[in-house]
């Protein structure tokens, strides 16, 4: 019997046809984190399972419910859920954090997760995200920010809120934690199993429980605004007033306080309401204790994660351009054996100079080889028999347009295709130009 071999559920294939979509958000978010400073980090994919243990936070949902860890022999190493732990470590264990600061590291990785999958929230899921370290000064946090603003406007992507808050230091965050039992404890026999231990663990991770029940006791929770220290509040002010200052707009949610453990003062979102409840486009923060937890110096640090696959779901519904997909720019159709090997030597020549060039591999007739090349949307095609061998040149047909050029088959061809392809991006470039100043109607 056959095998039906499918894809792993929460897993998704990404098509020729939509290549270019992923193309265009690496490229712009590459391009944007280099004019920012930020230098490109690849880290493994599995990590040692401690390193989240510690990192991520035993009462979180990613180390509780959702991590892929796989035991081999004596080994046991867990598929990462996110890109912020391993990149710290891999500063650490490279001495990245020994040069000068502060360290600006960008990356673009696939994460694990085991969630019942949905709209935007994969099993395996790709991220764009950054971290710096070395700053703990609020310009830093504006600069981060600023920087997501600035990626999110490039892609063209409109109708997306900031929301910021603070959820302070250890210092600050203990006395919030005591007010949040004190409010809690009397609702403890309705909560969930898992919010009835984080009331014990951490009990700020019960404002994050997605349960309707302990949203409706959480609603009117002490906020954590009312309990940060002077050095706390200090810093979030400033950074309100840099956002300003770069004409930013956000707002204060007390509400927001972020999935993971190591997160302290400044955490934000970026929001858009278009793609359903998975409407978070950009996470991120500040983590001051992160690199001290794992071993190093108190080194201050903060960055933010993009999940690609819900920045492409608001793209497309939003109608947001892309980079245009690489096409075939000539295509030699031919006839015999001899035809075949001048297109293989005439398309080699081109391929050395970036241009992309086709020649007929199935063995078809003529007839079938141009319907190929219009299904491939072939910029030129070539036909090539005995008659153009003999002859010594050939027919350049624009397929657009059907214009045909004569064009020789030496060694000046490529040259020469160089000159029409050139030619015809000119001449478009002028139609474009000239459609500017046009004017409708009579002349003023």
Known sequence: MAMNIKRPNGTEDVLPKDVHKWNTVEKIARET???FGFSEIRIPTFENTDLFLRSVGETTDVVQKEMYTVKAKETEFTLRPEGTAGTIRAMLQ?????????????????????ERPQAGRLREFHQFGLEMAGSAAPTADAEVISLAKTLLTRLGLKNI?????????????????????AYFEPHKEELCDTCKERLVKNPMRLLDCKSPICQEIAKDAPLITDYLCEECDDHFKKLQA???NLGIEYKVNPKIVRGLDYYTKTVFEFVTTEIGAQGTV????????????????????????????RLLLVMDKQGCDYLTPKKCDIYFATMGDAALEKA??????????????????????IKAQMKYANKIGAAYTVVLGDNELAEGKARLKEMESGNETEILLNDKFTTNFENEYFNKVLDIMDDENGSMFAFTGEDK
């Open 282 to 309: 950009c996470g991120g923060g500040r983590y001051d204790g992160l690199i001290e937890q794992l071993g190093g110096q108190h080194i201050p640090a903060l960055g933010f994660a993009m999940g690609i696959e």
């Open 94 to 114: 490279n001495g990245l954090l020994n040069e000068a600061l502060p360290q600006k590291v960008f990356y673009m990785l696939s994460c694990f997760r085991h």
């Open 33 to 35: 984190a280099e004019s």
């Open 161 to 181: 809120e900031l929301y910021i808050n603070s959820i302070g230091c250890p210092s600050c965050r203990a006395k919030y934690h005591e007010a949040l039992k």
């Open 242 to 244: 840099y956002l300003t």
């Open 344 to 365: 293989m030597e005439l398309t080699k020549g081109l391929r050395e100079f970036g241009y992309c060039a086709e020649y007929d591999l199935m063995g078809r007739g």
